[in-house]
């Protein structure tokens, strides 16, 4: 490597190396067809969630206006999701300023959840898993997993080793924290498989690791451990503390031991 010719890192080298991040359809490399069905669907999009809403506020339905309201706001921004026409999180600002231009709902009311205490912990966990990407943590972890006794012998024994993994320490951490803390290893996970394809010459240099079909496995085994391991403890899964805080009761469960909230689900995991 010199000043005048540096070393180009590949999106393989990225992911190994704990520096790659999600990226949506828009910027993953796609096919021609691809494209054009991606730039269709934004499309179409883009002029079905509002003429959905109009629509459904037009209905002559039982509901009260207000009610009424609500739903084709939700049908309007669900589209906008599905669709991709605009970003995500975009899409779902959209739906909270479109609700309160509405009258809806007060300003106050509607915003106020954004300062729930839940909020700032999806936010801290986010802030360790990017900070996991930044110091390489996920490359140390994707070789750990990788050397685990006839776990890395074969792709079924790596997804397998990392579901395990993930369904523990989704016990004792929040499920949501778990998937936010081990996506990094994930990504190292195929960064470190596309690595040895690029080695036997089975990819190209350009290849994207996010498109491996040991991906989705490995994402969906991911979600699923982590949702498994968050049933075995009371403290474990957000969802508990966040209906707790949306009702201002405590949830019926409260009272059960934490031996008793898990036995029932002892044998998932």
Not at 174 to 188: D, E, F, H, K, W
Request: glycine letters at 8%; proline letters at 6%; hydrophobic letters at 50%.
């Amino acid at each position: 490597m010199t000043a005048d010719n540096p070393v180009k890192r590949t999106d393989v080298d990225k992911a190994l190396l704990g520096s790659a991040t999600y990226r949506s359809l828009g910027e993953q490399r796609l096919t021609p067809a691809e494209e054009r069905f991606e730039k269709g669907r934004r499309t179409v999009g883009l002029f079905l969630a509002p003429a959905l809403t109009v629509v459904f506020l037009l209905l002559p339905l039982d509901l009260p206006p207000q009610q009424q309201t609500l739903a084709a706001v939700l049908l309007g921004v669900i589209v906008l999701w599905v669709t991709e026409a605009v970003p995500i999180p975009i899409g779902g600002l959209l739906g909270v300023a479109v609700v309160v231009f509405l009258g809806v709902a007060p300003a106050d009311d509607v915003l106020a959840p954004f300062g729930s205490s839940t909020i700032f912990t999806f936010i801290g966990a986010f802030i360790l898993a990017q900070a996991m990407l930044k110091h390489g943590l996920a490359r140390r972890f994707a070789f750990r997993i990788l050397a685990l006794p006839r776990a890395g012998q074969s792709t079924t024994g790596v997804i397998l080793a990392f579901g395990a993994i993930t369904c523990l320490l989704s016990a004792f951490v929040s499920n949501t924290a778990t998937v936010a803390m081990l996506l990094p290893t994930a990504i190292g996970i195929l960064g470190v498989i596309a690595k040895l394809l690029q080695k036997q010459g089975n990819v190209a240099d350009d290849f994207d690791p996010l498109r491996l079909r040991v991906g989705a496995a490995l994402m969906l085994m991911l979600a699923y451990s982590a949702s498994v391991g968050g049933l075995l403890t009371p403290w474990a899964a957000l969802r508990t503390s966040s209906a707790a805080a949306s009702s201002k009761r405590p949830p019926a469960n409260a009272s059960a031991s934490a031996s008793g909230w898990s036995w029932p689900h002892r044998s998932a995991c």
